[in-house]
Structure formats: C-alpha cells, structure tokens
C-alpha cells in the first residue's frame, strides 16, 4: 500500500513541475519570488551584521575609554578569613557524615 502511495505522490509531484514548466509566465512569477525572498533574507543577514559590528565598536569604545580602571582592584580578604574562622567551629571534622533526616515512614522501628 505505500508503494502505491508513493508512486501516487511523485507522478503529482510530477504533475506540478510539468504545470509550472508549461506556463512561462508562472516560472517568470515563481523565480521572482524565490528572489524577493533571496533578497529580504540577505536584507536581514546586512542588518544583524551591522549590529553586531556596532556592539563590537561599543565594547571595544567602553574598553578604551575606561581602561584605567582595569585592572579590577585588590580584594579585601579579611571578612571572609573570619567567616571561615567562625564557621569551622560548628563544622564537623569528618565531613563524611549522613546527618538524620528524621523520615521516619522509611524505617518503622
């Protein structure tokens, strides 16, 4: 049965290419859009181009003009030493523990 269907659609597939072939003004129709539609797609393809390239030139023009700020300044450390000071006190030394999670529908005893 799909061999049948398939011979069914390539002789209309067929069908078609012969009536478009036929009429000269139809292909002279059809090439035209097909160009119309060449042409917007590379219209669009210009466009995101040209505003890539602006967004290039914008960063490269905030690079310059701030480039005195660059490199980033020191990091302050300290308040983050302390953090670590103050927290090892309630970490446990043997981090390989399994802490309860008081489910107890998982084990009924």
């Given at each position: 049965?799909?061999?049948i269907?398939?011979?069914?659609r390539?002789?209309?597939m067929e069908?078609y290419?012969?009536?478009i072939?036929s009429?000269p003004l139809?292909?002279?129709?059809l090439s ?13 393809l210009?466009?995101l181009?040209i505003?890539?390239?602006?967004l290039?030139?914008l960063?490269f023009?905030?690079?310059?003009f701030?480039?005195e700020s660059?490199?980033?300044?020191e990091i302050?450390f300290?308040p983050?030493?302390?953090w670590?000071d103050?927290?090892e ?5 043997d981090l ?6 008081r489910?107890?529908?998982a084990?009924?005893?």
């Amino acid at each position: 049965m799909r061999g049948i269907q398939a011979s069914t659609r390539w002789n209309d597939m067929e069908a078609y290419v012969e009536q478009i072939l036929s009429h000269p003004l139809l292909i002279l129709f059809l090439s035209l859009v097909c160009m119309l539609l060449l042409f917007a797609v590379l219209k669009g393809l210009v466009k995101l181009m040209i505003v890539a390239c602006g967004l290039v030139a914008l960063y490269f023009g905030y690079l310059h003009f701030f480039a005195e700020s660059y490199p980033l300044p020191e990091i302050d450390f300290s308040p983050v030493i302390e953090w670590k000071d103050q927290i090892e006190e309630v970490l446990p030394y043997d981090l390989n523990v399994t802490f309860s999670d008081r489910n107890e529908t998982a084990d009924p005893e």
